[in-house]
């Protein structure tokens, strides 16, 4: 049996789950967010760090689609960070990353660009809105950069930086060792292209904005996890990382 009940003072949302339910709800989430596509920066689901703690942790990050407005047509980013969360009170933490990104960008009608690894970076923060025994639920923004290196395409150097915003809203449920959770999420991507003295920012098709997020925490060791993370219903990404508390 599964329902939801209105909580007590200040708890938003309170799931509860039968045994056989928590099962069918950890399948469907581990299935759907390793096949279905994200695209959206990583959500980093809802374990976070309490007050002085420190999450630090390596992140693999991939676009595998994201359509643009207009003749811009379509673009694709794979990414790799070292991930730093630390916990300002119990219920507030900061996530800062930094590590390499490039950028794939296919005009309509044109070849597409292929801009070499170059720096990326991103920040943002998680308020957990509830916390009540094995279920949470966390408020997220997050913000990725990515300057690849530019590109001479004729004589013309072409020069292109894609940022990726997003707020999210994510429920888990803790069963054992694995965390899976879902949740919905709002993201915009913007790729800004530099050619000669000609500057144009375009973003992402507003219609493919709100999506869905699955994805699931496995412990390693007491400090250590596994994260997987997909998203969908606005375009084609998949995340992983692994992570220590300390």
Same mark, same amino acid.
């Given at each position: 049996?599964?329902?939801? !009940?209105?909580?007590?003072?200040?708890?938003?949302?309170?799931?509860?789950?039968?045994?056989?339910?928590?099962?069918?709800?950890?399948?469907?989430?581990?299935?759907?967010?390793?096949?279905?596509?994200?695209?959206?920066?990583?959500?980093?689901?809802?374990?976070?760090?309490?007050?002085?703690?420190?999450?630090?942790?390596?992140?693999?990050?991939?676009?595998?689609?994201?359509?643009?407005?207009?003749?811009?047509?379509? %673009?694709?980013?794979?990414?790799?960070?070292?991930?730093?969360?630390?916990?300002?009170?119990?219920?507030?933490?900061?996530?800062?990353?930094?590590?390499?990104?490039?950028? %794939?960008?296919?005009?309509?009608?044109?070849?597409?660009?292929?801009?070499?690894?170059?720096?990326?970076?991103?920040?943002?923060?998680?308020?957990?809105? %509830?916390?009540?025994?094995?279920?949470? !639920?966390?408020?997220?923004?997050?913000?990725?950069?990515?300057?690849?290196?530019?590109?001479?395409?004729?004589?013309?150097?072409?020069?292109?930086?894609?940022?990726?915003?997003?707020?999210?809203?994510?429920?888990?449920?803790?069963?054992?060792?694995?965390?899976?959770?879902?949740?919905?999420?709002?993201?915009?991507?913007?790729?800004?292209?530099?050619?000669?003295?000609?500057?144009?920012?375009?973003?992402?098709? %507003?219609?493919? !904005?709100?999506?869905?997020?699955?994805?699931?925490?496995?412990?390693?060791?007491?400090?250590?996890?596994?994260?997987?993370?997909?998203?969908?219903?606005?375009?084609? !990404?998949?995340?992983?990382?692994?992570?220590?508390?300390?």
């Amino acid at each position: 049996m599964c329902y939801l !009940a209105v909580p007590e003072k200040y708890d938003i949302i309170h799931i509860y789950m039968g045994g056989s339910m928590k099962k069918i709800f950890l399948f469907i989430l581990f299935i759907s967010g390793v096949i279905f596509s994200s695209k959206a920066a990583p959500c980093y689901g809802t374990r976070m760090p309490s007050r002085k703690q420190f999450f630090a942790g390596a992140q693999s990050y991939t676009i595998f689609q994201r359509k643009l407005e207009g003749d811009f047509g379509n %673009l694709r980013s794979q990414q790799g960070f070292f991930t730093l969360s630390g916990g300002l009170s119990d219920w507030l933490s900061i996530d800062l990353k930094i590590g390499t990104g490039n950028i %794939l960008q296919h005009p309509v009608g044109r070849n597409e660009i292929d801009y070499p690894t170059s720096f990326a970076g991103g920040y943002g923060y998680r308020l957990k809105l %509830l916390d009540k025994e094995t279920t949470k !639920a966390v408020f997220g923004f997050q913000h990725i950069s990515v300057h690849p290196y530019s590109r001479e395409i004729g004589d013309v150097r072409n020069e292109a930086i894609l940022d990726d915003w997003q707020y999210s809203l994510l429920v888990s449920q803790q069963v054992k060792t694995i965390t899976p959770y879902i949740g919905a999420y709002w993201s915009r991507v913007d790729y800004i292209h530099h050619w000669d003295n000609e500057h144009k920012r375009k973003m992402s098709s %507003l219609a493919h !904005a709100v999506g869905l997020v699955c994805g699931v925490d496995f412990d390693v060791t007491k400090k250590s996890w596994l994260n997987l993370e997909g998203q969908f219903f606005a375009g084609s !990404a998949f995340s992983a990382s692994y992570n220590y508390s300390f």
